[in-house]
């Protein structure tokens, strides 16, 4: 009797701990007629701001914009901004957002899959849509995220989602945004708390990738010349990333590892995209003459070795651009701060970036990199209406989002801390 009981109550604990982390905010619903943003500053990002601007949406795609007089537009719905600010919604190149709801919680853990190789294993299936730190993020004014697994040697397919929506396909902007490989350490880095030493099973652990490649290609081939075999799965996932159609993402820190990555991908026929970077100025030659870009994974982190100077990853990004280097600035704080990703953007123009190539890292230069810049990233006419209005500069910490909408949909920017806050304002305000 007893032990039923104990069993009871661990099935209650484990089927109540996921639901402690559904949001309560209803995804947007589309405008039914157009939407005209008045009285404002546009920031297009790719081009010089437009004071004194106006920007129209419809059917979830940028119309119209400009500055001046704003145009007549039959059924719109006209918004004064009383000379607020419009920005494109910020890209978290870098995220478990959706995989993990809370650190201490295995039970809500979604982004690490057993075994060295699940090249299938898709990381956009996984999402919870109803994950508490969705509105989090959103609140800040990221409105886009690129979710990687991670685990093993190649965990999985990366996927770009929008934050809102019902299910993952609502959420999903590119289901398979490219595949994760986490690559070996293969030198003494000294850094803090690795105590410098070597990885010995580097080499054969690159060893066993290349052949698991190889067994890859083998069996592609002959499934092309003889459709009647039956199908792998985990083959069939890396089709696309064989082909070089479709991104390698490759986590590597440390210059050894970031030189054989990118060596090792270009010789197989790959497209490498190094995310991590901590030490990508000391090859920066290579990653210039291959073109290979870097999503450098935050800059409020310790140096990379004891010998660095403590100021080393908040100007790498500075580094990085006078070396001619392609990068953007992804959020290092996973999964539950990536709220934070404007304030690693404001400390790299703190230490060399100048502001407009602080707010290019976390909007149009992921958006380049990740293959969406047709779509997301800056506002243009024809891209997707994903947008923010804020009181002042976003990379400023004073600054407040005060308006998002994704896809043309208003969302909510409402979030759990907002409304404690609200509720414990109205008692205060009582006393």
């Not at 709801?101 to 996984?126: C, I, K, L, N, W």
């Not at 935050?298 to 990004?317: F, K």
């Amino acid at each position: 009797m007893k032990l039923h009981c104990l069993t009871s109550l661990i099935v209650i604990i484990v089927l109540t701990v996921p639901a402690l982390g559904q949001s309560r905010q209803v995804p947007g619903k589309g405008a039914s007629t157009p939407v005209l943003l008045i009285n404002t500053t546009v920031h297009p990002v790719t081009s010089p701001p437009l004071t004194n601007g106006w920007i129209a949406f419809e059917d979830g795609r940028i119309t119209l914009m400009g500055s001046g007089d704003a145009p007549t537009i039959d059924g719109a719905d006209v918004i004064d901004l009383e000379g607020q600010h419009v920005y494109p919604g910020m890209i978290a190149a870098d995220s478990i957002l959706g995989l993990v709801e809370t650190g201490q919680v295995e039970v809500t853990h979604d982004h690490d899959e057993f075994g060295s190789f699940t090249p299938e294993s898709r990381a956009v299936v996984a999402l919870n849509p109803d994950s508490d730190l969705i509105p989090v993020t959103r609140h800040a004014g990221v409105l886009t995220a690129l979710v990687t697994p991670d685990g093993g040697r190649m965990p999985g397919q990366a996927a770009i989602i929008r934050l809102d929506g019902w299910d993952w396909e609502d959420m999903a902007v590119e289901p398979m945004a490219g595949m994760v490989i986490e690559w070996p350490r293969i030198d003494r880095s000294g850094g803090w708390g690795r105590g410098g030493r070597e990885n010995d099973g580097a080499d054969k652990q690159i060893v066993e990738l290349d052949d698991y490649l190889t067994e890859a290609e083998a069996y592609l081939a002959a499934c092309d010349a003889d459709p009647t075999l039956p199908p792998d799965s985990r083959y069939e996932a890396m089709r696309d990333m064989l082909a070089g159609s479709a991104p390698t993402i490759i986590k590597a820190s440390t210059a050894g590892q970031i030189a054989t990555a990118v060596a090792w991908a270009k010789h197989r026929g790959l497209d490498p995209v190094i995310l991590g970077g901590e030490e990508a100025d000391e090859v920066a030659d290579l990653l210039v003459r291959e073109d290979v870009p870097v999503i450098v994974r935050g800059v409020h982190r310790y140096p990379s070795a004891r010998h660095r100077s403590p100021s080393e990853p908040h100007e790498l990004p500075a580094r990085l651009r006078d070396l001619g280097v392609t990068f953007c600035i992804a959020p290092r704080d996973r999964p539950a701060h990536l709220r934070n990703l404007p304030h690693h953007a404001a400390t790299a123009v703190a230490n060399g970036l100048t502001p407009e190539e602080g707010l290019r890292s976390i909007t149009i230069n992921p958006a380049v990199i990740l293959g969406i810049d047709d779509r997301l990233g800056s506002l243009e006419p024809g891209k997707s209406a994903t947008l923010l209005v804020t009181t002042g500069d976003p990379l400023q910490i004073r600054t407040e989002v005060q308006r998002a909408w994704i896809d043309g949909r208003p969302v909510d920017l409402s979030t759990r801390q907002t409304q404690l806050r609200d509720k414990y304002w109205q008692k205060y305000q009582g006393m």
